[in-house]
């Protein structure tokens, strides 16, 4: 296994390997940008079928996380974790609160924060060994209001003032009247079709797990379709909020929607994907720049700041897309490739 020879090694500054044996923690962090600020990123919990696969998951996240922190206009650099094991049954306290020491090793260098297979709990457990982690339970009410630790209600508010922004820009038009598929009704899903419904938009949903659409269609009197049948709706606009790779060469053939607006990380199957949607006339809102709300909310948490400065900060995210629309409309680019090339030079410009 390779790492300064990687595919996706792209000058990381940082990239550390670690072993406890009296907790059985293996574990990576990888800082890639630290040019604007401190890496904040999540610690992925997954059991990987092996090393390798781990390191690409932290060398590709962690300058994902460069890029976001940057289009988001924080002083944050990028970076981000995985700890090898099985978020359902090896989570022991010793191994987070190894986990907790190896964070601490940074010395601020690389906070950590929630993303698959950890939470708010997990927050706790690495609080307990180091100061350089956000999403641990309640807040001061300074601290951009007094709440949980979950950042996605941020999201949401981020993502649609995105979506407003993309239909506004595309189809000239609000959100009464506006048809919208939404692919997963879970914490940011859901939430999206709420404010969605309650602006005058039709909403279709799907999810893979029947409770949560249930539920989506009793509270908000959306319509349910099934999860295959969700990319080929004849609708304005489609937001995916569920897993990343579902803008691939199987979706994009049935894909009717001119917007493509949603939460989900890592949304383009190949990076050819992005000129394919562009030749089509389909505006995409990359992923990193519309879902970046989260990543504002735990920034306030650490640093503190009112509920309004959060807020206003959060649907800032529409003027960064608009920018990224207009660019990729004069220059003749996608907006994929528009968005890395804001946030580099925003990077290099320090
Ligand atoms: P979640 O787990 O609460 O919800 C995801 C939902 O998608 C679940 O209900 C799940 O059953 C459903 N789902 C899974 N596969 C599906 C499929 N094939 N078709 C339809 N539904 C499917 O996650 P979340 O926090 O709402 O996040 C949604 C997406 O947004 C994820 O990709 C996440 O990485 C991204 N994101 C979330 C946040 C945040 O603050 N929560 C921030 C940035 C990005």
Same mark, same amino acid.
């Given at each position: 296994m390779t790492v300064f020879s990687h595919p996706d090694f792209d000058q990381h500054e940082k990239v550390a390997f670690h072993h406890d044996r009296a907790s059985g923690l293996t574990a990576i962090i990888a800082v890639h940008n630290t040019r604007l600020g401190p890496a904040l990123g999540g610690c992925r919990i997954y059991p990987y079928s092996n090393d390798a696969e781990a390191l690409r998951d932290v060398l590709r996240l962690s300058r994902g996380m460069t890029y976001k922190a940057s289009l988001a206009r924080l002083p944050l650099g990028g970076g981000k974790s995985v700890i090898i094991a099985n978020p359902h049954t090896d989570k022991t306290p010793e191994l987070l609160a190894a986990m907790g020491d190896f964070v601490e090793s940074f010395n601020g260098t690389y906070i950590t924060a929630a993303d698959s297979g950890s939470g708010v709990p997990e927050m706790e457990a690495f609080a307990k060994r180091t100061r350089h982690v956000v999403g641990a339970g309640n807040r001061d009410a300074s601290h951009g209001g007094n709440r949980s630790g979950d950042p996605s209600p941020s999201t949401v508010n981020g993502v649609f003032a995105g979506l407003k922004a993309a239909a506004g820009f595309r +189809? !000239?038009? !609000? +959100?009464?009247g506006l048809n919208v598929a939404v692919q997963g009704v879970g914490q940011v899903g859901f939430g999206l079709a709420a404010q969605l419904v309650e602006s005058g938009a039709n909403v279709w949903v799907s999810d893979v797990y029947p409770a949560n659409v249930e539920r989506a269609v009793r509270e908000l009197g959306v319509t349910a379709v099934a999860p295959d049948d969700i990319y080929g709706l004849d609708v304005d606009v489609f937001a995916p909020c569920a897993m990343g790779g579902i803008l691939n060469e199987t979706t994009l053939p049935v894909l009717k929607a001119k917007v493509i607006a949603g939460a989900a990380n890592n949304q383009l199957g190949t990076a050819a994907i992005a000129n394919e949607l562009h030749q089509r006339g389909i505006l995409y809102a990359p992923d990193y720049a519309i879902n970046a709300g989260g990543l504002i909310d735990v920034f306030y948490e650490r640093e503190g700041g009112s509920a309004d400065t959060l807020n206003a900060h959060v649907l800032g995210i529409a003027d960064t897309l608009k920018e990224i629309f207009l660019r990729s409309q004069e220059e003749n680019l996608p907006t994929a490739v528009v968005a890395d090339r804001v946030a580099m030079e925003r990077v290099n410009a320090g």
């Open positions: +189809l !000239d038009r !609000d +959100l009464q």
